[in-house]
């Protein structure tokens, strides 16, 4: 059973940053996409981007190039995502979400992290 | 980029049926996978290509897609399937996934 396991909660000062992490076990880590999939409170689901480790390929939602980056360790099997320049409308639980089909983005997302809080605040 | 429009709620009696809608630019054309989100936990898959149904998600829980609007039927709701539900495609044009607005489903 595949399991993604995010890293803790967060509280970062706006202007600054911050990097999640989602470690993968039980399946094979390097030729699925994993996603970034941020939720605001009391809002909806949101993508941000994705990564396929094996090839390092990356995919940005247009509303955060610049700021995210997406990153993967193989030897790990862990996910990273960092995001720079936080502001208060970035405070929101982050999800990894693993596609379903091996070497290409598409699709579904059918395992999930259990989401991390990120609160930006003075 | 590509919208997906849902109604913000549904309420529906215990034991009636829910439909969820999702509208979308020929959606019908795209497949369309809906989750459910409860309080405090990540979405769950309930619906994928449409129509299909995970391991474990009951038959009440069924789908449709045509033209622009993508429907999720829940038959015989009970209180336990209140929670959030969203639709979602990958867009080709752009290259990303899209999520829709979410609908929170109230069972009387």
């Known amino acids: 059973q595949v399991q993604l396991v995010q890293s803790g909660a967060e509280v970062k000062k706006p202007g600054s940053s911050v990097k999640v992490s989602c470690k993968a076990s039980?399946?094979?880590?390097?030729?699925?996409?994993i996603s970034w999939v941020r939720q605001a409170p009391g809002q909806g689901l949101e993508w941000m981007g994705g990564?396929?480790?094996?090839?390092?390929?990356?995919n940005y939602a247009q509303k955060f190039q610049g700021r995210v980056t997406i990153t993967a360790d193989e030897s790990t099997s862990t996910a990273y995502m960092e995001l720079i320049s936080l502001r208060s409308e970035d405070t929101a639980v982050y999800y990894c979400?693993?596609?379903?089909?091996?070497?290409?983005?598409?699709?579904?997302?059918?395992?999930w992290g259990q989401g991390t809080l990120v609160t930006v605040s003075s | 980029s590509y919208v997906l429009t849902q109604p913000p709620s549904v309420s529906v009696a215990p034991g009636q049926t829910a439909r969820i809608t999702c509208g979308g630019n020929?959606?019908?054309?795209?497949?369309v996978h809906w989750y459910q989100q409860k309080p405090g936990q990540a979405p769950v898959l309930v619906v994928y290509?449409?129509?299909d149904r995970p391991s474990g998600i009951p038959e009440r829980f069924s789908g449709s897609n045509s033209g622009n609007t993508a429907t999720l039927t829940i038959s015989r709701v009970e209180a336990g399937d209140e929670a959030d539900y969203y639709c979602?495609?990958?867009?080709?044009?752009?290259?990303?996934?899209?999520f829709g607005t979410g609908t929170k489903v109230t069972v009387l």
């Open positions: 979400a693993r596609g379903i089909i091996p070497y290409d983005y598409g699709d579904q997302f059918d395992y």
């Open positions: 039980g399946g094979t880590f390097n030729t699925y996409s």
């Open positions: 990564i396929i480790p094996i090839f390092g390929t990356v």
């Open positions: 020929n959606i019908g054309s795209k497949s």
């Open positions: 290509d449409d129509s």
């Open positions: 979602q495609v990958w867009d080709s044009s752009s290259n990303h996934y899209v």
